[in-house]
């Protein structure tokens, strides 16, 4: 039961933004909002897959078995935010996003952080578990610097903008889960 619910939450946003799109009520600039509003419930369910092993030491252990999904959810948002991009920021033109990640260097750390969760999702499967054993884990502590990769393009890409608010929130949230993570699983 727990499963469907959570899929069908995580689906809403992207349900919720194009029915924003339909009616044309994404304000001034559509285009910026559908990035902002990808990028955000990416990182939203970045931090919760990041949170789910605490969660599970406060009783919250039946989460555990929707980690998986929610992480795809993560690179479902992921993969829309960068092809918004590159449709929205540099018209589908290759070269013009080769020269932003040269160029603008929150492009660089959010573009790092999407080509370290791809072996992420490429590697949520049960076989990929078994075939790759201990190594699996190594692929998925990947976590941790796709996080601070993606708080760094937050921070980065709102310098522009003077509003620190939503970055400092996350990153504020990602360093608790970091510290209490460290203290009490380790125990």
């Known amino acids: 039961m727990l499963k469907p619910l959570i899929w069908i939450l995580a689906a809403l946003p992207s349900l919720d933004l194009l029915i924003l799109v339909f009616y044309q009520k994404l304000g001034a600039n559509p285009q910026e909002a559908i990035l902002r509003e990808l990028g955000t419930w990416t990182l939203v369910f970045l931090l919760l897959v990041y949170s789910i092993p605490l969660l599970s030491k406060f009783g919250l252990s039946s989460l555990q078995k929707c ?27 290759l070269q013009l996003f080769i020269e932003d990640l040269f160029r603008r ?75 209490l993570k460290k203290s009490i699983l380790k125990n």
């Open 67 to 93: 980690r998986r999904m929610l992480g795809l959810w993560a690179f479902f948002y992921v993969v829309l935010h960068f092809v918004a991009f590159l449709l929205f920021e540099n018209e589908l033109v």
């Open 105 to 179: 260097p929150f492009v660089t750390f959010g573009f790092s952080a999407f080509i370290l969760l791809i072996p992420m999702a490429i590697t949520s499967n049960k076989k990929c578990m078994t075939f790759l054993g201990n190594n699996w884990k190594k692929i998925h502590k990947l976590i941790t610097p796709v996080l601070i990769f993606s708080i760094i393009h937050y921070f980065l890409h709102r310098v522009g903008k003077n509003d620190f608010f939503e970055p400092i929130i996350a990153l504020a949230i990602f360093t608790s889960i970091f510290v």
